[in-house]
């Protein structure tokens, strides 16, 4: 049974930082291609990060780029990303998801496996 952990969110002030953690399981992780994607309050789910199955290349979307940065460990099964210089607008449900050999700009409609989700709330 695949299962994807999502750690780390929180109540943060603008300016601060969080790290988020997605630890892996019942799966070969380095055949995945790993991410976040988020999903504020009455909006649709939005890719955020990516880090390709090799580990050879990222994607962010241009809202975070420069703020956020995403790291693998496979000896772990564990993805981090780091999120710095938090504004109000990252507020939003994070999830971790896993695509088999996906690229690493990962396709909501490609996600093979779904983190539980983790709150992440930046007050101003």
């Known amino acids: 049974q695949v299962q994807l952990i999502d750690t780390g969110g929180g109540s943060v002030q603008a300016g601060d930082s969080l790290r988020l953690s997605c630890v892996a399981s019942g799966l070969t992780f380095s055949h995945y291609t790993m991410g976040w994607f988020r999903q504020g309050p009455g909006k649709a789910r939005e890719f955020v990060v990516g880090?390709?199955?090799?580990?050879?290349?990222?994607a962010y979307a241009d809202s975070v780029k420069g703020r956020f940065t995403i790291s693998r460990d496979n000896a772990k099964n564990t993805v981090h990303l780091q999120m710095n210089s938090l504004k109000p607008e990252d507020t939003a449900v994070y999830y971790c998801a896993a695509d088999q050999w996906g690229g690493s700009r990962l396709d909501l409609n490609k996600v093979d496996y779904w983190g539980q989700g983790t709150q992440v709330t930046v007050s101003s």
């Open positions: 880090i390709k199955w090799s580990g050879s290349s990222t």
